[in-house]
């Protein structure tokens, strides 16, 4: 592959990257139950609006401050998928 | 024959742990590989209780990395949060990217960070990163899960979708499922 055809195939694998996570964010909103999320104390509701939007669950638990397993559960209650 | 061997990262092993036919992951793989980092996050009963479960049976193996795995883990930790257009990895997705690679073991991640490194990082392109749908597709294609039709391996997919909580994205859904049509040559 020549340098330019290796910049168009980079230029076009993050463009597809964006359009899933686009897609992904798009799902989450859309099956979350915003009850549940809107009752919950602040730490852990802003931890579920934070993956919502960027799907990282890592940082999701440090706001909750909650461990990665536990908030996994708290995401089935709330009714948000993981895709990846 | 089962596949040698597979390590596996926290977010894969819980939600599999909810899936109803989960013990199919063992008949998978051999061996299974859990860090120790990754043993020490995982607190909800239903998976902890599996993977204790698996680890006494000798179908997973608590796995201490090395000093080296550690460092080049660090590493590449650094590496992905340079690249603003990646997710960042954290220490135990990025120990199993590294042993992955080094022992030639199947990377199981439902860690986009991590799948995306493997999609994009030249050092890790050799890296095999399975999510549960690469899993489900195989165990249908050896035949651990037994299908007849279409309608059958919609439903394994759909099944663990419903146990879980977990959404496949819909075009790698299509790909995996016309793979395994074509595969056992089903209608």
Not at chain 1, 53 to 79: H, M, P, Q
Not at chain 2, 77 to 85: A, E, H, Q, R, T
Request: glycine share 2%.
């Amino acid at each position: 592959m020549s340098e330019a055809e290796v910049k168009d195939y980079e230029k076009e694998l993050l463009e597809k990257i964006r359009r899933e996570e686009e897609e992904f964010r798009e799902i989450r909103r859309k099956y979350a139950d915003w009850n549940f999320i809107e009752k919950q104390p602040p730490r852990i509701k802003a931890a579920l609006k934070y993956y919502i939007e960027t799907g990282d669950i890592r940082r999701a638990c440090k706001i909750a401050k909650i461990s990665i397993s536990v908030f996994r559960k708290l995401l089935r209650e709330a009714n948000i998928p993981v895709i990846v | 024959m089962s596949l040698k061997l597979a390590i596996s990262d926290t977010c894969f092993i819980i939600d599999w742990a909810y899936y109803r036919r989960r013990s199919i992951l063992t008949e998978i793989f051999k061996t299974i590989l859990v860090p120790e980092q990754v043993l020490a996050e995982i607190e909800d009963e239903k998976s902890i209780s599996w993977v204790s479960a698996q680890l006494a049976k000798g179908n997973m193996l608590l796995f201490t990395p090395s000093p080296l795995d550690l460092r080049k883990a660090e590493e590449l930790v650094l590496k992905i949060s340079s690249k603003p257009f990646l997710r960042k990895v954290d220490l135990p997705e990025a120990i199993c990217l590294v042993v992955g690679q080094r022992l030639n073991a199947i990377v199981l991640t439902e860690n986009r960070g991590a799948l995306l490194a493997t999609r994009t990082l030249n050092e890790l392109k050799n890296v095999v990163v399975w999510r549960a749908l690469e899993v489900l597709t195989e165990a249908i294609i050896r035949k651990t899960i037994k299908v007849k039709k279409r309608e059958d391996v919609e439903r394994v997919f759909r099944e663990y979708e419903n146990d879980t909580k977990h959404i496949f994205p819909r075009s790698d859904l299509k790909y995996a499922i016309d793979k395994v049509i074509k595969c056992l040559k089903l209608k």
